[in-house]
């Protein structure tokens, strides 16, 4: 359908339609469901699934983590396939800023690693993956979630440019500063030597 992708009125159902799926807050849905209490008391307080492993429940976390990476990813693939690629990006974009600025908590909503990770999966799976990677060895090697988002963000646009995706890079770049400023406390935890390791409580 030449031309309907790049319409103002279509991206802009798709951007609406992405934000809405993105902002299901699926971290205080799942520990409900497994009755461990409201998400937003425990630990960090954050709906991710960081938090949700506080909670003691390696399958709640697992349940969380594959969800909300999922919503990312599904919104990437239907908007690729009924519109094209330019909503493709909208809609992962839309989906991801759902995820930490969801209406439904008062915009008060995750970090955005798991979103962003499936995001790049569906939109380009190498360097998808290659995130995940980034992410997967500085957690082993660190123990530290907010230390493997911030490294593996960053390594996205670089990554991008260096495996042929340079289409990508200005949405990657700007999911990425998001990810920097949703984990300021962290950062500045980091600096202090005081972030907590993966499964410990803040």
């Given amino acids: ?3 309907i992708e790049n319409g103002s009125a279509w991206l802009g159902l798709v951007a609406a ?3 809405l799926l993105g902002s299901v807050p699926f971290g205080l849905v799942i520990t409900k469901l497994f009755k461990l209490g409201d998400l937003r008391k425990i630990g960090s ?3 991710g699934a960081t938090n949700v492993l506080r909670t003691g429940s390696k399958s ?3 349940a969380t983590l594959l969800l909300d990476s999922g919503k990312g990813a599904i919104a990437v693939l239907i908007a690729r396939y009924t519109l094209g690629e330019t909503a493709a990006q909208v809609a992962g974009a839309a989906a991801f800023i759902g995820h930490i600025y969801p209406v439904w908590l008062r915009f008060q909503g995750g970090k955005g690693v798991a979103t962003f990770l499936g995001t ?3 939109l380009a799976w190498p360097v998808g993956l290659a995130t995940c ?3 997967l060895v500085t957690a082993l090697l660190t123990r530290i979630s907010s230390l493997a988002a911030l490294v593996s963000a960053a390594a996205t646009v670089p990554l991008a440019y260096f495996l042929g995706y340079r289409e990508l890079m200005m949405l990657a770049a700007g999911l990425s500063v998001l990810i ?6 962290n950062i500045a935890r980091l600096a202090m030597g005081t972030e907590p390791k993966i499964g410990k409580k803040t």
């Fill in 45 to 47: 307080g954050n709906i």
């Fill in 133 to 135: 990677a980034v992410w």
């Fill in 1 to 3: 359908m030449p031309g």
């Fill in 180 to 185: 920097f400023w949703r984990h300021r406390t």
């Fill in 17 to 19: 339609l992405g934000y």
């Fill in 60 to 62: 709640a976390a697992l």
């Fill in 120 to 122: 790049m999966i569906a």
